[in-house]
């Protein structure tokens, strides 16, 4: 497990809890905008970015799910496909994901890997194919309340830790 107290984890954590709400902030924009190019490069460096420190850090699960919405952007930013509302609801539930991945980071609290529907609906996004994305998006729609309570569970171990 990672130590929540290196200073090398730390500036990570900074940085990326940084990234994380420029995403959010970027993605209600391109939403908006879909085929802002300027926009769709921005996204694409924080997803790599963040996977980049991530690999530092042999945070293999982060990793994982950076790179395939990396492969999502790439695709955008060559124009072979437009965001729209199915695309940006499960990049959306990525961000929830690496929210409450790096929450368990700062407690100190071991990775969960990220759910098998939702890696399968990012790859098939990531290769043009839209209806089995739909189909695995629309099975994977509790993902978000899932992160959501981890979130708020480790909010809690936190809470405790702190109490010590």
Not at 93 to 103: G, M, N, S, T
Not at 136 to 146: F, G
Not at 148 to 161: D, F, I, L, M
């Amino acid at each position: 497990m990672i130590d929540p107290d290196d200073e090398i984890v730390q500036d990570f954590l900074v940085e990326a809890n940084e990234l994380l709400e420029q995403l959010g902030e970027q993605l209600v924009e391109l939403e908006q905008n879909p085929t802002d190019i300027e926009l769709l490069n921005a996204v694409f460096r924080s997803f790599h970015t963040i996977k980049g420190g991530a690999s530092f850090l042999k945070l293999d699960v982060i990793v994982e799910v950076c790179h395939t919405a990396e492969d999502i952007f790439n695709s955008l930013r060559k124009g072979e496909r437009t965001a729209d509302a199915d695309l940006m609801d499960q990049i959306l539930i990525v961000l929830d994901y690496l929210k409450a991945q790096f929450e368990h980071v700062r407690n100190g609290v071991s990775l969960t890997k990220a759910d098998p529907k939702l890696l399968q609906a990012l790859e098939n996004i990531a290769l043009g194919k839209e209806a089995q994305a739909k189909s695995i998006s629309e099975q994977s729609s509790s993902l978000k309340n899932e992160n959501v309570k981890a979130a708020e569970s480790n909010k809690s171990a936190e809470a405790a830790k702190a109490a010590k």
